[in-house]
């Protein structure tokens, strides 16, 4: 859908359709039904074009929250192609945590699970000079939410409302576990692929049509370097690989990394640490400079 919020929908006042979900909302309130807070909805309301809303998920400690900030922050210096102006300075808040925490050559907390904690993004993305720009719109979502909607569709409203509605969706699977040869980081994209074909209307044995980018997340953590991510792919999770390939029209499949060197550190109690040495961020803007090229 292309033009303005009002334009779509009308006067953005009581009785406004929320811009994720759809339903009634009311002023000065969050969306009763997917929780979308005010201060997104009215950063959308305020720009001419409709946003595209991105899905970044993973399971707890996948990454999201150290790609989703770093994607921000490169954006606002420009690269890969892109360049991005934050809408709202909601905005900021993640890519400031981000920067904060590792300026202190730490990670940032851990999301809560809670929705109205999360942090969102509001951009303006502007992919070539002359080209017209288009706003992305992401949540920085907790984890456990995403594991639990995908358990039990509804639980977690916003999650649900983003998957049905979201124009491009980034899948983290945390590398580390997946070179140990554990089977949880695969298990969990392919419940979230098979997730996204039960909620998306389309016609009959079409493939799911949005485009979805693998991003391997913590490619600085493995000892071999990893050439090429498809055959990374398709050597260590066969199956989430093959159903990429029978189930989405269009996927591809990054790797990326943020430290440059990491340090393990044993606090007073004991519990080990990992901390980041240098920043280098790599396979952050991709994902997305591809993802533009698909939008329709
Ligand atoms: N070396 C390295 N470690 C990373 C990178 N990204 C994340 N990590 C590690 O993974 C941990 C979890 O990253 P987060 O971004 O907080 O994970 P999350 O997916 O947001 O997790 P939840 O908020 O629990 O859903 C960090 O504290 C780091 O230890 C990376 O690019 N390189
Ligand atoms: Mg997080």
Same mark, same amino acid.
Request: with cysteine; glycine share 10%; proline share 6%.
């Given at each position: 859908?292309?033009?303005?919020? =009002? ?13 994720? +979900? ?5 002023? *000065? %309130?969050?969306?009763?039904? +997917?929780? !979308? ?26 990454? &999201? ?9 490169? !954006?606002?210096? *420009? ?19 981000? #920067? ?8 940032? /907390? ?13 951009? /303006? ?5 002359? &080209? ?17 909607? !995908?358990? $039990? ?17 980034? #899948? ?10 554990? &089977? ?9 692929? =098979? ?21 391997? $997340? &913590? $490619?600085? !953590?493995?000892?071999?370097? #990893? ?8 050597? %260590?999770?066969? =199956? ?21 060197? $990491? ?8 519990? /080990? ?12 803007? /991709? ?10």
């Amino acid at each position: 859908m292309t033009g303005s919020y =009002s334009q779509a929908y009308g006067r953005a006042d009581d009785g406004s359709p929320c811009p994720l +979900c759809f339903a009634t909302t009311y002023a *000065g %309130n969050a969306c009763p039904t +997917c929780f !979308l807070p005010v201060r997104v909805m009215d950063s959308i309301r305020s720009r001419a074009e409709l946003p595209r809303f991105l899905g970044v998920l993973g399971t707890s400690g996948a990454g &999201k929250t150290v790609y989703l900030g770093m994607l921000v922050d490169l !954006l606002a210096r *420009g690269a890969g192609g892109l360049h991005g102006l934050a809408q709202g300075p909601f905005t900021l808040n993640l890519q400031r945590k981000l #920067i904060l925490a590792l300026e202190r050559q730490r990670f940032p /907390e851990k999301t809560p699970v809670e929705s109205d904690r999360w942090d969102w993004v509001h951009c /303006e993305v502007q992919a070539a000079k002359g &080209k017209t720009p288009f706003e992305i719109v992401a949540p920085d979502v907790a984890g456990e939410a995403v594991v639990g909607e !995908l358990e $039990t569709q509804g639980t977690y409203k916003t999650i649900c409302a983003l998957i049905a509605r979201c124009s491009g969706l980034v #899948i983290l699977v945390d590398v580390v576990q997946v070179v140990a040869d554990g &089977k949880g980081q695969e298990l969990f994209a392919m419940q979230l692929i =098979s997730y996204l074909d039960a909620i998306r209307p389309r016609k009959r044995r079409r493939k799911i049509d949005i485009p979805v980018a693998v991003v391997f $997340t &913590k $490619t600085d !953590l493995c000892d071999q370097p #990893i050439g090429d991510a498809e055959d990374f792919a398709r050597a %260590n999770t066969p =199956s989430l690989y093959s159903q990429c390939k029978t189930r989405l029209d269009r996927c591809t499949f990054h790797l990326s990394g943020v430290a440059g060197s $990491t340090g393990r550190l044993i606090d007073r109690n004991g519990h /080990e640490m990992l901390v980041p040495l240098r920043v280098e961020p790599r396979g952050v803007v /991709e994902p997305l400079a591809w993802m533009v090229g698909q939008f329709r």
